[in-house]
């Protein structure tokens, strides 16, 4: 079973920096694509990144493009997201999730409903 864990979260002031990692502690994804979500409070869910497994092609949001880096450690199914320059608007519960297929148009990436897997976020709260 597909169970993914997200750590690196935590409090960060403006400009600074933090990594996300998320592994898939059951060790049984033989998906295609892994990414990150964000939801701050009040907010709907929205798409930060995503890569794929077995190309290397990272996908990103606006907001967050030439500030986050996504990443990826194959043999440890595992990915992660690096963030700087972070700002008070980057606070949020960020959520690692994980597809069993790659989206038909590169636009999907950013669909909640290209994704199989889910793990339970982690915070990450950056102060100004």
């Known amino acids: 079973q597909v169970q993914l864990e997200e750590s690196g979260g935590g409090l960060a002031q403006a400009g600074g920096s933090l990594r996300l990692s998320c592994a898939d502690s059951?060790?049984?994804?033989?998906?295609?694509?892994m990414g990150w979500f964000r939801q701050a409070p009040e907010k709907e869910r929205e798409f930060v990144a995503a890569?794929?497994?077995?190309?290397?092609?990272?996908y990103y949001a606006d907001s967050v493009r030439g500030r986050f880096t996504i990443s990826k450690e194959i043999d440890k199914n595992r990915i992660f997201l690096q963030m700087n320059s972070l700002k008070p608007e980057d606070t949020a519960v960020y959520y690692c999730?994980?597809?069993?297929?790659?989206?038909?148009?590169?636009?999907?990436?950013?669909?909640?409903?290209?994704?199989?897997?889910w793990g339970q976020g982690t915070q990450v709260t950056v102060s100004s």
């Open positions: 890569i794929r497994w077995n190309v290397g092609a990272g």
């Open positions: 059951g060790r049984t994804f033989n998906g295609n694509v």
């Open positions: 999730a994980a597809a069993k297929r790659p989206p038909v148009f590169s636009s999907w990436y950013s669909r909640d409903s290209t994704y199989d897997y």
